[in-house]
Protein backbone atom coordinates (compact mmCIF):
# COMPACT_ATOMS: atom_id res chain seq x y z
CA UNK A 1 0.00 0.00 0.00
CA UNK A 2 2.86 2.30 0.53
CA UNK A 3 3.41 2.43 -3.56
CA UNK A 4 0.02 3.25 -3.91
CA UNK A 5 0.26 6.22 -1.21
CA UNK A 6 3.09 7.37 -2.92
CA UNK A 7 1.45 7.36 -6.53
CA UNK A 8 -1.53 9.19 -5.19
CA UNK A 9 0.42 11.63 -3.30
CA UNK A 10 2.32 12.18 -6.80
CA UNK A 11 -0.94 12.35 -8.76
CA UNK A 12 -2.32 14.83 -6.86
CA UNK A 13 0.83 17.28 -7.16
CA UNK A 14 1.25 16.62 -10.95
CA UNK A 15 -2.39 17.27 -11.51
CA UNK A 16 -2.30 20.26 -9.22
CA UNK A 17 0.83 21.46 -11.48
CA UNK A 18 -0.87 20.80 -14.68
CA UNK A 19 -4.35 22.06 -13.48
CA UNK A 20 -2.83 25.66 -12.04
CA UNK A 21 -1.64 26.35 -16.05
CA UNK A 22 -5.23 26.77 -16.86
CA UNK A 23 -6.25 29.24 -13.50
CA UNK A 24 -5.56 32.88 -13.61
CA UNK A 25 -2.89 34.31 -11.54
CA UNK A 26 -5.31 35.23 -8.79
CA UNK A 27 -8.28 33.03 -7.80
CA UNK A 28 -10.28 33.18 -4.85
CA UNK A 29 -8.61 30.85 -1.50
CA UNK A 30 -10.54 31.61 1.50
CA UNK A 31 -14.43 31.95 2.01
CA UNK A 32 -16.56 32.97 5.10
CA UNK A 33 -18.87 30.83 6.63
CA UNK A 34 -21.90 32.40 4.24
CA UNK A 35 -19.46 31.21 1.33
CA UNK A 36 -18.35 34.59 0.14
CA UNK A 37 -14.88 35.16 -1.51
CA UNK A 38 -12.74 36.61 1.54
CA UNK A 39 -9.45 36.54 0.12
CA UNK A 40 -7.86 36.28 -3.03
CA UNK A 41 -4.28 34.60 -3.84
CA UNK A 42 -1.74 33.36 -6.05
CA UNK A 43 -2.66 30.13 -8.13
CA UNK A 44 0.57 28.77 -7.02
CA UNK A 45 -0.66 28.42 -3.70
CA UNK A 46 -2.38 25.39 -4.47
CA UNK A 47 0.88 23.72 -4.09
CA UNK A 48 0.94 24.03 -0.81
CA UNK A 49 -1.46 21.24 0.30
CA UNK A 50 0.07 18.61 -2.54
CA UNK A 51 3.10 19.15 -0.17
CA UNK A 52 1.96 18.87 2.92
CA UNK A 53 -0.18 15.44 1.69
CA UNK A 54 3.98 14.46 0.37
CA UNK A 55 5.17 15.03 3.70
CA UNK A 56 2.30 12.92 5.66
CA UNK A 57 3.24 10.21 2.63
CA UNK A 58 7.08 10.30 3.86
CA UNK A 59 5.84 9.94 7.86
CA UNK A 60 3.71 7.16 6.93
CA UNK A 61 6.28 5.36 5.41
CA UNK A 62 9.03 6.17 8.38
CA UNK A 63 6.42 4.60 10.54
CA UNK A 64 5.38 1.71 8.43
CA UNK A 65 9.28 1.48 8.01
CA UNK A 66 9.88 1.35 11.89
CA UNK A 67 7.70 -1.63 11.95
CA UNK A 68 9.31 -3.32 9.45
CA UNK A 69 12.68 -3.40 11.14
CA UNK A 70 10.91 -4.26 14.19
CA UNK A 71 9.12 -7.49 12.47
CA UNK A 72 12.78 -7.83 10.92
CA UNK A 73 15.18 -8.21 14.52
CA UNK A 74 12.15 -9.40 16.44
CA UNK A 75 12.74 -13.18 17.60
CA UNK A 76 9.29 -13.41 18.89
CA UNK A 77 7.01 -14.77 16.32
CA UNK A 78 3.85 -13.11 17.97
CA UNK A 79 5.81 -9.89 17.85
CA UNK A 80 6.95 -10.41 14.53
CA UNK A 81 3.21 -10.92 13.24
CA UNK A 82 2.42 -7.65 15.40
CA UNK A 83 4.87 -5.85 13.63
CA UNK A 84 4.51 -6.55 9.84
CA UNK A 85 0.28 -6.32 10.97
CA UNK A 86 0.86 -2.60 12.05
CA UNK A 87 3.01 -1.76 9.39
CA UNK A 88 0.74 -3.16 6.95
CA UNK A 89 -1.84 -1.25 8.24
CA UNK A 90 0.04 1.91 8.39
CA UNK A 91 -0.21 1.96 4.49
CA UNK A 92 -3.46 1.52 4.43
CA UNK A 93 -4.31 4.41 6.73
CA UNK A 94 -1.64 6.49 4.49
CA UNK A 95 -3.29 5.48 1.26
CA UNK A 96 -6.53 6.41 2.72
CA UNK A 97 -5.01 9.48 3.91
CA UNK A 98 -3.88 10.56 0.32
CA UNK A 99 -6.74 9.54 -1.65
CA UNK A 100 -8.84 11.77 0.52
CA UNK A 101 -6.26 14.78 0.43
CA UNK A 102 -6.78 13.90 -3.55
CA UNK A 103 -10.03 14.53 -3.83
CA UNK A 104 -10.48 17.12 -1.77
CA UNK A 105 -7.68 19.25 -3.74
CA UNK A 106 -9.55 18.64 -7.03
CA UNK A 107 -12.84 19.87 -5.97
CA UNK A 108 -10.61 22.90 -4.62
CA UNK A 109 -9.12 23.78 -8.05
CA UNK A 110 -12.59 23.03 -9.45
CA UNK A 111 -13.96 25.82 -7.46
CA UNK A 112 -11.11 28.40 -7.88
CA UNK A 113 -11.45 27.81 -11.85
CA UNK A 114 -15.10 28.27 -11.97
CA UNK A 115 -14.88 31.15 -9.56
CA UNK A 116 -12.13 32.36 -11.50
CA UNK A 117 -13.31 32.56 -14.57
CA UNK A 118 -17.22 33.95 -13.89
CA UNK A 119 -15.81 36.35 -11.59
CA UNK A 120 -18.21 34.86 -8.66
CA UNK A 121 -17.83 36.48 -5.10
CA UNK A 122 -19.32 33.38 -4.10
CA UNK A 123 -18.12 29.89 -3.83
CA UNK A 124 -19.33 27.85 -6.59
CA UNK A 125 -18.32 24.99 -4.93
CA UNK A 126 -19.37 23.88 -1.27
CA UNK A 127 -16.38 23.20 0.07
CA UNK A 128 -17.34 22.51 3.36
CA UNK A 129 -19.33 20.21 2.01
CA UNK A 130 -16.81 18.01 0.08
CA UNK A 131 -14.65 18.13 3.09
CA UNK A 132 -17.41 16.62 5.18
CA UNK A 133 -18.08 13.94 2.24
CA UNK A 134 -14.39 13.01 2.15
CA UNK A 135 -13.89 12.73 5.86
CA UNK A 136 -17.14 10.50 6.04
CA UNK A 137 -15.45 8.19 3.53
CA UNK A 138 -12.10 8.45 5.53
CA UNK A 139 -14.04 6.91 8.64
CA UNK A 140 -15.13 3.87 5.93
CA UNK A 141 -12.02 3.22 5.10
CA UNK A 142 -10.67 3.52 9.06
CA UNK A 143 -13.60 1.59 10.10
CA UNK A 144 -12.26 -1.57 7.60
CA UNK A 145 -9.25 -1.10 8.89
CA UNK A 146 -9.36 -1.38 12.75
CA UNK A 147 -10.56 -5.04 13.07
CA UNK A 148 -7.46 -5.80 10.72
CA UNK A 149 -4.82 -4.39 13.18
CA UNK A 150 -3.23 -6.47 15.73
CA UNK A 151 -2.54 -4.88 19.61
CA UNK A 152 -0.37 -1.41 18.77
CA UNK A 153 -0.46 2.09 19.91
CA UNK A 154 -0.70 3.60 16.55
CA UNK A 155 -4.18 2.79 15.29
CA UNK A 156 -7.42 1.00 16.47
CA UNK A 157 -9.11 1.43 19.89
CA UNK A 158 -6.40 2.87 22.27
CA UNK A 159 -7.99 2.66 25.95
CA UNK A 160 -6.43 0.44 29.00
CA UNK A 161 -9.81 -2.32 28.72
CA UNK A 162 -9.16 -2.62 24.34
CA UNK A 163 -5.69 -3.25 25.05
CA UNK A 164 -5.83 -6.07 28.00
CA UNK A 165 -5.39 -8.89 26.08
CA UNK A 166 -5.90 -10.07 22.26
CA UNK A 167 -9.15 -10.51 23.06
CA UNK A 168 -10.12 -7.43 24.24
CA UNK A 169 -8.53 -5.92 21.40
CA UNK A 170 -9.93 -8.08 18.70
CA UNK A 171 -13.25 -7.72 20.07
CA UNK A 172 -13.23 -4.24 20.62
CA UNK A 173 -12.04 -3.05 17.23
CA UNK A 174 -14.19 -5.49 15.71
CA UNK A 175 -17.28 -3.40 16.81
CA UNK A 176 -15.60 -0.10 17.02
CA UNK A 177 -14.57 -0.66 12.54
CA UNK A 178 -18.27 -1.29 12.81
CA UNK A 179 -19.35 1.55 14.52
CA UNK A 180 -17.42 3.88 12.16
CA UNK A 181 -18.21 2.64 9.41
CA UNK A 182 -22.01 3.24 10.31
CA UNK A 183 -20.60 6.69 11.30
CA UNK A 184 -19.13 7.40 8.10
CA UNK A 185 -22.31 6.51 5.91
CA UNK A 186 -24.83 8.53 7.79
CA UNK A 187 -22.01 11.35 7.76
CA UNK A 188 -22.14 11.16 3.95
CA UNK A 189 -25.89 10.88 3.37
CA UNK A 190 -26.80 14.03 6.10
CA UNK A 191 -24.12 15.67 4.01
CA UNK A 192 -25.55 14.70 0.69
CA UNK A 193 -28.92 15.92 2.53
CA UNK A 194 -28.54 18.93 4.44
CA UNK A 195 -27.90 22.28 3.04
CA UNK A 196 -25.91 23.74 5.41
CA UNK A 197 -22.49 22.65 5.14
CA UNK A 198 -21.65 23.77 8.96
CA UNK A 199 -24.19 21.59 10.10
CA UNK A 200 -23.34 18.65 8.65
CA UNK A 201 -19.96 19.06 10.02
CA UNK A 202 -21.26 19.24 13.15
CA UNK A 203 -22.90 15.91 12.49
CA UNK A 204 -20.18 14.48 11.55
CA UNK A 205 -18.64 15.37 14.61
CA UNK A 206 -21.30 14.19 16.54
CA UNK A 207 -21.36 10.56 14.90
CA UNK A 208 -17.55 10.03 15.11
CA UNK A 209 -18.41 11.15 19.01
CA UNK A 210 -21.38 8.54 19.76
CA UNK A 211 -19.17 6.24 17.66
CA UNK A 212 -16.33 6.87 20.01
CA UNK A 213 -18.28 6.68 23.07
CA UNK A 214 -20.15 3.26 22.33
CA UNK A 215 -17.08 1.31 21.09
CA UNK A 216 -15.77 2.50 24.83
CA UNK A 217 -18.63 0.72 26.56
CA UNK A 218 -18.29 -2.14 24.22
CA UNK A 219 -14.38 -2.38 25.12
CA UNK A 220 -15.24 -2.15 28.89
CA UNK A 221 -18.10 -4.61 28.63
CA UNK A 222 -15.54 -7.08 26.83
CA UNK A 223 -13.24 -6.30 29.13
CA UNK A 224 -15.30 -7.11 32.54
CA UNK A 225 -16.52 -10.11 31.14
CA UNK A 226 -12.61 -11.43 30.37
CA UNK A 227 -11.59 -10.07 33.56
CA UNK A 228 -14.57 -12.26 34.85
CA UNK A 229 -13.62 -15.31 33.13
CA UNK A 230 -10.00 -15.01 34.35
CA UNK A 231 -11.28 -15.25 38.32
CA UNK A 232 -14.06 -17.69 37.90
CA UNK A 233 -10.90 -19.69 35.76
CA UNK A 234 -8.45 -19.60 38.80
CA UNK A 235 -11.35 -20.81 41.17
Given at each position: ?????????F???IG?????????ESV??H???A???????S??????F?I?????????T???G???K??L?S?D????A?????AKV???V????????TV??????L?E?KG?I?GA???V?????IT?IS?GG??I???N?M??????????V?????M???T????????G?????VA???TI?T????????G??????G?VCV??I????Y?????K?????????C?
Amino acid sequence: MKKIMWSISFIMLIGTIIAIQFLPESVPMHYDAAGNVTRLGSKNENLVFPIINLVMAFAWTMCSGFFEKKALKSTDEKDCAEAKSNAKVIGYVGAGMAAMFTVMQGFFLLGEYKGAISGATKQVVDIGKITVISMGGLCIWLGNIMPKTRMNTMVGVQICWSMYNDTTWKKSNHFGGVAFVVAGVLTIITAFLMKSSLGSAMLLVGYVCVASIVTFAYAYKVYKAEVKGKELGCK
